[in-house]
């Protein structure tokens, strides 16, 4: 059975961080790319960050330079590292496994940035 399952959401105050993880099983996590999404209230889901096998990266223009994503393939987890936290980034942070037709999604945490 597939898991992924995402934890570190919480309430943070503007200019924060946090720090998401996501622990997976049931796979072999090191042939997986990765990544991380966000939905917000009344918005479609969006991309926020990815990794690849070899460690490449992307990011959305909103995250960049602000957010850094990376893997630990011998823990089977993801992280995503979030800086200068801005009121915008609130939302369900969802993870991500993808390996050609297979995808898998964790539930969700919630991070809302409020002062």
């Known amino acids: 059975q597939v898991q992924l399952v995402e934890s570190g959401g919480g309430l943070v105050q503007p200019g924060g961080s946090l720090r998401l993880s996501c622990a997976a099983s049931?796979?072999?996590?090191?042939?997986?790319?990765l990544a991380w999404y966000r939905q917000a209230p009344g918005k479609q889901r969006e991309l926020v960050a990815g990794?690849?096998?070899?460690?490449?990266?992307n990011y959305a223009d909103s995250v960049k330079g602000r957010f850094t994503i990376s893997r630990d393939n011998a823990k089977n987890t993801v992280y995503l590292q979030m800086n200068s936290l801005k009121p915008e980034d609130t939302a369900v942070y969802y993870c991500n496994a993808l390996f050609k037709t297979l995808t898998y999604w964790g539930k969700g945490t919630l991070v809302t940035v409020s002062s």
């Open positions: 049931g796979i072999i996590f090191s042939i997986y790319s």
């Open positions: 990794i690849t096998t070899d460690l490449s990266t």
